[in-house]
């Protein structure tokens, strides 16, 4: 028996049986699900209705993330699956699903930090970095990234995953249906939220 995404079958609420009317139909057909693993890019076309296409991804490592307090979208690695609201299961075999809370490399990020406000991310790494060969800039590009390290603070739990190398994101996007594994960095409250769901989960 195929996958039916008809509500035919149901009893009704009182929960009396209904009669049968008629058979499944091909617009009530469901697929399986794709359960998107870590590894080099698989990805599969699926004909839908209409002609229409659907990019089932089934192996993703790369995705963009935006750091929205910056304006900022880079091209990442995925490194980890560490959470999953609806399912523990799906944390433990590394599947990506919409809203799964996963690690990201953070080189990027940190990278275009430091080229745009001049500062380094990460105090941990900033100890320990020994000096390195100043790039020839003009005056004009030394007056604008002067003016900007103002505005260059984030936040503490931020700035500690930096020197780690991986930050905290959500996917935002539907890996089974478009083919893609984008998200955003997570920051203030929610980053503070899933942090202390992470830590309930270690200490059961």
Not at 57 to 83: M, P, Q
Not at 101 to 127: C, L, M, N
Request: aromatic fraction near 6%.
């Amino acid at each position: 028996m195929g996958i039916s995404r008809d509500s035919v079958h149901k009893r009704r609420k009182t929960g009396g049986k209904r009669p049968i009317v008629r058979k499944k139909r091909k617009f009530e057909l469901g697929r399986p699900s794709a359960n998107t693993k870590m590894g080099p890019k698989r990805i599969r076309t699926v004909r839908t209705m209409g002609g229409n296409t659907k990019f089932r991804a089934l192996r993703l490592d790369t995705g963009n993330f935006s750091w929205s307090s910056e304006g900022v979208t880079r091209k990442t690695r995925i490194l980890d699956v560490v959470y999953n609201a609806s399912n523990n299961e799906l944390v433990r075999t590394k599947t990506l699903v919409k809203n799964a809370i996963i690690q990201i490399d953070s080189t990027p990020f940190r990278q275009w930090y430091e080229a745009h406000y001049g500062v380094t991310a990460g105090r941990k790494k900033k100890q320990h970095t020994e000096e390195k060969e100043e790039v020839s800039q003009s005056n004009h590009v030394k007056r604008k990234i002067a003016s900007r390290k103002d505005d260059s603070k984030i936040g503490q739990l931020l700035d500690d995953q930096f020197s780690t190398g991986r930050l905290y994101a959500c996917i935002a996007s539907r890996p089974g249906q478009s083919g893609r594994c984008d998200g955003y960095i997570l920051e203030g409250k929610e980053l503070e939220f899933y942090l202390k769901k992470l830590k309930s989960k270690k200490a059961k």
